[in-house]
């Protein structure tokens, strides 16, 4: 498995709010995240910047490889750094209201666990195309799925930020853990809004499986990203799975 991430400011923010890792547990399991902070002051970078640690270095002492431990693991020690993060803003004036977004895959032989919260996804990119593994926590989303607005209209809405969960927001988070079986040659790409909002999936595809190496492949996403406008921080990584048998593996 080949596994990196890239993380740039943009064109228009002076701050980078997001953060990114991974690492490997005692027992060899790949743990890969991503993080989309908010809140002033530089809040948002103290807040992503908090959850990744919190989740590296907990991960980096476990030992467990078994889906329904993990998927425990991933629930508890992301609701741990929420009420952390939750209580730092609530004792901290200049970090009122500061919060992250998550997304959080574990690899394992043959599959995959992905957890998150908020708008930052995951996709699966395969020869048959692009699919989005992750559904947005957000008011623009919740709209289309009741049918006041259509995809298109989200897309520009005035309140496509506003989201509806968050990493520290308040003082309990729920959290999405997913299951997904793995094939041999599968790419997931875990990757913040400033992203997702500036190149369009079809593009992502054609720059991912145009670039056999992985650097140069997240150069180009940010490359297009900001030639787009560069309107927020984007961050995205990157892990192909040549063999699912052989995950524990990789450069």
Sequence with gaps: MKIQFITDVGRRRRTNQDSAGFCENKAGVTLALVA???????????????????LVAAWKS??????TKITSWLKETIQAANEAIHKKGQENEEMAGMGTTLVAVVVL???????H??????YLLREQGINQLTEDHSLVHELVKSGEITEEMAAN????NVLTRSVGGQSTVEVDVTTLVLENGDTLLL???GLTNMVANDDILAIVETKEDVDEALHELVNHANEAGGADNITALLMKISDVKEVLTHG
């Excluded at 476990?62 to 889906?67: A, D, F, I, P, Y």
């Excluded at 032989?109 to 957890?115: D, I, M, N, R, S």
């Excluded at 919260?117 to 995951?122: A, F, I, K, L, M």
């Design 109 to 115: 032989p043959g599959e995959c666990l992905v957890a």
């Design 62 to 67: 476990s030992e467990l490889k078994e889906t």
């Design 117 to 122: 919260v908020g708008d930052s996804r995951v």
């Design 36 to 54: 989309d902070g908010m809140g002033g002051h530089q809040a948002g970078d103290i807040a992503s910047s908090m959850l990744i640690e919190t």
């Design 157 to 160: 809405h005035p309140r496509r």
């Design 191 to 193: 990757c913040s809004d």
